[in-house]
């Protein structure tokens, strides 16, 4: 593949990806049920989500939070409550939670719940194919 090809790819995939964090955004800051997302709010996170530090796969968990996080993950009963949990959340408000949302659902996570295990959870749920959405703020949703 020629640079040109390679450089238009990556172009077009930036602009797929702002396009897609543009909705859902506009989404959740005209979401009645979601009144703390304001379009202040919506402008200041589609910055930081488009900025070049927007990154969230870089987590990576000592072994004890990795074996933890696929103990849930790898959990069907589990697997299926968190994804059902998000599925409820879009169809009640038309776009899909926020992380801090998905990660402060108590009924989910086991109390001594840490943020590297939050974010490992995160990563193999994304990578086992399970959860889309996840590099677009409030685009989490099955996959």
């Known amino acids: 593949m020629s640079t040109t090809a390679a450089r238009n790819r990556r172009t077009a ?13 506009a989404a959740a800051v005209s ?15 589609l910055t930081k989500a488009l900025g070049p530090e927007a ?13 933890r996080a696929e103990q849930l993950t790898g959990d069907p009963a589990w697997r299926e409550r968190a994804l059902g949990w998000i599925d409820a959340y879009r169809d009640a408000h038309g776009h899909g939670p926020s992380w801090r949302t998905f990660w402060r659902e108590p009924s989910l996570w086991p109390e ?21 959405g996840t590099k677009t703020p409030f685009g989490l949703r099955r996959r």
């Open 13 to 25: 995939a930036r602009q797929d990806r702002a396009a897609k964090a543009q909705v859902s955004i």
């Open 31 to 45: 979401c009645p049920r979601c009144p703390e997302v304001t379009a202040e709010t919506g402008l200041e996170i």
């Open 55 to 67: 990154s969230r796969w870089w987590w990576n968990g000592s072994k004890t939070v990795q074996e």
């Open 112 to 132: 001594d719940t840490t943020l590297s295990l939050l974010n490992t959870v995160m990563r193999q749920l994304g990578e086992g194919g399970h959860l889309a």
